[in-house]
């Protein structure tokens, strides 16, 4: 039996993209994308949302009175392909915030990022001395940071007041 079968192009890279008659294919933005390029445009999706979030933790940071560093994201072409290189210091820190009590080093993540950037995040030789905090702000609604706290003393992490942003004032909720 021979299915009626849709032939498209891919909006992107042109190629033949085939499905059953009747199939929902969702496009991305209207458009029509092979599954190489459905790929690529998720991660893209993806990077520019962290680089969002990134942007809206520095926000609370700078409305707490830090005076901020955030890692950079560059595209470049390598081999053909675009890959998108980060800044990260030490490949965890997307945040660092500078006060009169200290350093902050942050990692910003999503709830399924928690587990992988905490360990991460313990991985390291955090000085044990005081004037900086290591922590995780994980956002779980859009603005609104549960942190968590890293003790370089003993490894372990505690739960610190969830912060957000209204308007320029940053409240611990």
Same mark, same amino acid.
């Given at each position: ?90 490949? +965890? +820190? ?80």
């Amino acid at each position: 039996m021979i299915e009626d079968v849709v032939v498209r192009l891919c909006k992107s890279c042109r190629r033949t993209v085939k499905f059953p008659a009747g199939a929902d294919l969702p496009p991305i933005n209207g458009n029509v994308l092979c599954l190489v390029c459905r790929s690529k445009k998720a991660r893209q999706i993806e990077q520019d949302e962290a680089l969002r979030r990134q942007g809206r933790a520095v926000k609370i940071l700078r409305a707490l009175g830090f005076v901020t560093w955030e890692a950079r994201s560059i595209r470049k072409k390598v081999e053909g392909s675009w890959v998108t290189i980060t800044s990260d210091l030490w490949g +965890v +820190v997307d945040v660092a915030g500078l006060s009169l009590e200290g350093f902050l080093f942050a990692q910003v993540t999503t709830p399924n990022g928690k587990s992988e950037r905490m360990r991460k995040i313990a991985e390291l030789p955090w000085p044990t001395s005081s004037g900086h905090r290591v922590e995780l702000w994980v956002e779980s609604q859009r603005g609104r940071f549960e942190r968590l706290l890293f003790n370089p003393s003993d490894r372990t992490w505690t739960i610190a007041p969830t912060l957000a942003l209204d308007g320029h004032l940053a409240l611990a909720l």
